[in-house]
């Protein structure tokens, strides 16, 4: 079913994108990196999330980022550790991660009024540095997995798709394949189980893969 739904590689522009801010940040993000920061302010925005670019002054985004780094990165799992293999202990540890991360300031606008980093963003963030473990969420798919867009609502959206993960890498299986090889297989060779969840979720949930 995921392969009669999910484009090929590189047929779709947020591929594009994604693999653009990987190139110029590197595989190992640090995001009190001021410019790693930066980086990523403008790959959200190109996958919709919308926050503002400062203009004189401090970075808001970026001092945002810098600040919840340092706290929450020692406590995320380690690199390459799938989302069918997290604990509970790790799975709670990445909600942590996300509650802390959502509220805090994203953007200041001309007026004064204050954007937080959101939902979203936050969840893309995690995905971002933890590839193989997060499974990353909009507005809809929230509503639909996690019934909401608090941290207790990501806990559950990630508890789900464990689950689903965990099922996925059975039938990959079954078919001689290793987990790192299922994205090859449905011809989406830069896809962790944990982003072909999350492109399954967009394409019926959010809308589909139109270009």
């Known amino acids: 079913m995921l392969e009669s739904i999910l484009p090929e590689y590189g047929k779709f522009p947020f591929?594009?994108?994604?693999?653009?801010?990987?190139?110029?940040?590197?595989?190992?993000?640090?995001?009190?990196?001021?410019?790693?920061?930066?980086?990523?302010?403008?790959?959200?925005?190109?996958?919709?999330?919308?926050?503002?670019?400062?203009?004189?002054?401090?970075?808001?985004?970026a001092d945002s980022l810098a600040g919840w780094w340092r706290g929450f990165k020692d406590t995320l799992p380690p690199h390459g550790v799938g989302l069918a293999q997290l604990t509970d202990v790790q799975l709670q540890a990445i909600s942590d991660a996300y509650g802390d991360l959502y509220v805090r300031q994203a953007?200041?606008?001309?007026?004064?009024?204050?954007?937080?980093?959101?939902p979203t963003a936050a969840a893309k963030l995690l995905y971002f540095v933890r590839p193989a473990a997060v499974t990353a969420w909009d507005n809809a798919i929230s509503l639909c997995t996690g019934g909401g867009g608090d941290?207790?609502?990501?806990?559950?959206?990630?508890?789900?798709?464990?689950?689903?993960?965990?099922?996925?890498?059975?039938?990959?299986?079954?078919?001689?394949?290793?987990?790192?090889?299922?994205?090859?297989?449905?011809?989406?060779?830069?896809?962790?189980?944990?982003?072909?969840?999350?492109?399954?979720?967009?394409?019926?949930?959010?809308?589909?893969?139109?270009?």
């Open 151 to 211: 941290e207790a609502a990501f806990l559950k959206h990630l508890t789900t798709c464990r689950a689903w993960a965990t099922s996925l890498e059975a039938e990959g299986g079954q078919l001689g394949l290793q987990p790192g090889e299922i994205g090859q297989y449905l011809n989406r060779p830069t896809s962790s189980v944990a982003k072909l969840i999350d492109e399954w979720l967009y394409a019926t949930i959010t809308g589909g893969f139109g270009s």
């Open 15 to 61: 591929d594009r994108t994604l693999e653009a801010a990987r190139n110029d940040i590197g595989s190992h993000p640090d995001l009190a990196n001021p410019e790693h920061a930066r980086r990523l302010r403008i790959w959200l925005n190109q996958w919709l999330c919308r926050i503002g670019y400062p203009g004189l002054g401090a970075d808001v985004f």
């Open 107 to 118: 953007a200041v606008g001309r007026t004064g009024r204050t954007r937080r980093v959101g």
